[in-house]
């Protein structure tokens, strides 16, 4: 404890950094070196160094090697003026710190767990307690063994509250991070079945999750079912009990009404959400006057960090939602690894209260902006402080007291070919702007969650052997979702190989900066030394094409497939001589040999992919045979990887899976990642029996039906054969049944049992809660094609928590 008391004497006031790339004041870095499953946070001390950071906690082990061997180490002198820490665990001693850190404050902490929905009542308790209270809130999602300490010991003493998110994916992790919340009050929002592989039963995961309300005053839970009320009242008995029962809060002792008659038309789920957040707002002394100031400014689907397109060639990231610092940075952060354009203009407001002199705040604003954006406008009264501190870096700076200021100037800017990014506090309504700065050309867009690839990437990579390498499918525009923000999601994430099908598709990822290793699955034989030149690896098929290769470009990664049973592209077992003999002659050896399963996803043809994995692994042995031992051999694909484990190998190709499609063994693990999205453009009132509609007059309508025009055709992707009945949009919750052709630009349906339909209403085509596979079952086709079939002039809007 002493340690800890020193430590935090030397460092309290500094910004701990896990991550190097949010690096905000150098001199005040105290950077903590952890170990991660791709990278370790010792690889980039050295940048770090460079950049002005002086203050590291590193293992003990890379201390010793570090200074033991000097001589090895480059730019020494970086080093040994620096202040190094060395531990046995530096995740530990984070944790320890920032333990100590929080028994210094006095105010109330406010813990939220659960498995779905801590963030958006994080967020909208924070906004109802803001009102009266000063507030520190978690950012974003931080939420993990790392995320947790980095939100508490941004609790300042200036703060009275503190609402804290935390989550848990095995047991154990809960008492660490109660350890560090330590709270006064607690909030459990669902019990669901996210994170359900790390625990026995979902009993064992509510006791876990549960274990975080020990010491709290009191706990709030939603709506209960009866296992979560047995252990609630059973298991944890401590704390008083609060639980929400339609919009009644309940106790033993007592029954509230809730009132959130001024929230937004939302789905159920916010609803609930809603309901907790002023449940404990009330508890905190917030009045029922000050949350109906609030309430209708809760809309959590439009406020999420998201990319889509915008006018003259822009694109625009819309993060209206809250300004801090640290939120702030990650925006930045966002914007430069996930937009696809380089030049970046910032709209930016006022940033919360830092309990620091806004000069000071300013600064660190300035320092967060240096080398990342060419233009600043700025919005609110603090704002301009900012005007100075940019001359020396050359941004330029525009200055507005207020969001409708600069919306009635805005078409002075050009916004062209640049990326927008909008940063603000809720109060200055940025968001009025977004419909100014989008493309309006077409109403239809596909909804992209790279959150839920994020998750199903880590489905799939917990299932697979430490040492097994993944690539994954980014084809075919990551099956019509856009390659290049899923590539940069999936080179961030430290994927060992993304894959296209031809050269110009990993050509342009190398244009946006996109490092990772890429297999190019379909390259012609003229396009050789463009492979060469942009670092692409080219699977070859056939002798000609591999004698050709090694004759003219020697040491291009060459990766060889092998026909097992596709009846499609690829050597045969006879040609292994011959491969044999041209690569020993030239010296070189592939890079991987694999070849494609034709039927992994269907149980009938389980025995004929039994015959392929037995017949590669023949080709296999024979080329081991003869001294050529490719470092990496795959074979299977996204349901193989589910359904034949003992065929791993060295790598994997996961393909459609990372959409949460396709793979019925993990159907109840994975997230749909995709939702493609249409409006009602126009409504008629059938007045006369036996009407038509649309082409063909293959539509009829009786009298008193409603029947909607929706702004998606064929051309956008809807298959015609999804016409006449076949197939229904899902408009409010209810299936509305096509009626009549679809059309080149729109359909038609039926939304005369759907009350209160308008025009501009939200209509869903497919998504999570109306599968693309029904969509693909009534066209008689497959996702894959529905996917890929997206027209071009549906907008693609990214969307990440």
Partial sequence: MDDIQKLYASYRGFDLLVDSRLLNEAERTLFFALPGAR???HEYITELLRQGVQHFVVREEYWIRTFEQPERVEELSLYTQATFIAVDDVLEILH????????????RVIAITGSNGKTIVKDWLTALLSTIHRVHASPRSYNSQIGVPLSVWGIKDHHEIAVIEAGVSRAGEMEKLARIIQPTHGIFTNLGEAHAAGFGSREEKLREKIGLFETTEWTLFSRMDELVLTEARDYHPHPETWWLEDDQLKSSVFEKSI???????????????????VAAARAFGVTQAGIDDVLPTFRPLEMRLRVRAG?????????????????????????????????????????AETGVEPETTYARVAQLLRGKTWRVIGVGPEIKLLAGLLIPDKIEFHYYQSSNALADDLDQ?????????????RSFALEKLVDKLTSRRHRTLLEIDLDAIAHNLNVYRHQLPVETGLAVMVKASAYGSGSIQVARLLAEAGVDYLIVAYTDEGIALREVGIETPIMVLNPESGEYPLLAEHKLEPVVTNLRALEKILANHPGLPLHLEFDTGMGRLGFNQSEVEGIVRLLKTSGQSPRSVFTHL??????????????QLSRFSIIDTELRRNELDAPLRHV???????????????????????????????????RPALRLKAAISGLRKIEKDNITVGYGRKGRATIGSTIATVSIGYADGLPRLAGEGRYGL????????IVGAVCMDMCMIDVTKIPEVAIGDEVIVFGPQHSIEALADAAITIPYEILTGVGARVHRLYVRE
Avoid: C
Avoid at 598 to 611: G, K, L, N
Avoid at 730 to 737: E, F, R, W
């Fill in 413 to 425: 800017f050009s916004f062209r070919d640049e990326t927008i990014l909008l940063k603000g506090a």
């Fill in 311 to 351: 006018r003259n060639g822009s694109s625009i990231i819309n993060d209206s939602y809250s300004n801090d610092l640290t939120s702030l940075a990650a925006a930045l952060d966002f914007a430069q690894t996930q937009a696809p354009l380089e030049r970046l203009t910032v709209i930016l407001s006022d940033l």
């Fill in 259 to 277: 009132d959130i008659s001024k929230l937004p038309v939302l789905p159920e789920i916010f609803r609930q959400d809603a309901l907790m957040a």
């Fill in 598 to 611: 034709a039927a992994s996803d269907d149980f009938a043809h389980d025995e004929f992919t039994r015959q």
């Fill in 39 to 41: 990278t370790d946070g």
């Fill in 730 to 737: 899902l408009v409010k919750g209810k299936v509305a049944p």
């Fill in 96 to 107: 320890d710190l920032v333990t100590y850190h929080r028994k210094q404050f006095a105010g």
């Fill in 636 to 670: 299977l694909n996204t349901n193989g990887i589910s359904r034949f484990p003992e065929a791993t190998y060295e790598m994997v190709r996961l393909g459609i899976g990372l959409y949460g499609l396709g793979d019925r063994e993990k159907i109840m693990k994975l």
